[in-house]
Nanobody, 126 residues
Framework: QVQLVESGGGLVQAGGSLRLSCAVS????????MGWFRQAPGKEREFVAA????????HYADSVKGRFTISRDNAKNTVYLQMNSLKPEDTAVYYC???????????????????WGQGTQVTVSS
């Protein structure tokens, strides 16, 4: 059974930083692309960042480029999202996800991800 457990969310002032973690079990972590998505109230879930199996390739949404950094530690089966210069519009529930198949390319659409965490709330106050 695949399980993803996110942590690290919270309340932060605009301009601050948070680091999200997502621990994965039940799958060969190093064989799959990992992604972060977010969903704000009243909005659809949107792509934030993704990282390839080895960590050598990453992709970011334009809205977070230059502020967020995705990374992974395959020895710890964990993916991270370092969020700097946070803005109120970054407020959302953040989800990590595992690609549904093992592939070399980084995917950015939610339907290509087969397993999801429960989400962690990030609130940025102005």
């Amino acid at each position: 059974q695949v399980q993803l457990v996110e942590s690290g969310g919270g309340l932060v002032q605009a301009g601050g930083s948070l680091r999200l973690s997502c621990a994965v079990s039940g799958r060969t972590f190093s064989s799959y692309t990992m992604g972060w998505f977010r969903q704000a109230p009243g909005k659809e879930r949107e792509f934030v960042a993704a990282i390839s199996r080895t960590g050598g390739s990453t992709h970011y949404a334009d809205s977070v480029k230059g502020r967020f950094t995705i990374s992974r530690d395959n020895a710890k089966n964990t993916v991270y999202l370092q969020m700097n210069s946070l803005k109120p519009e970054d407020t959302a529930v953040y989800y990590c996800a595992v690609d549904r198949i093992s592939r070399t390319v980084v995917v950015v659409v939610s339907y290509e991800y087969g397993y999801w965490g429960q989400g962690t709330q990030v609130t940025v106050s102005s």
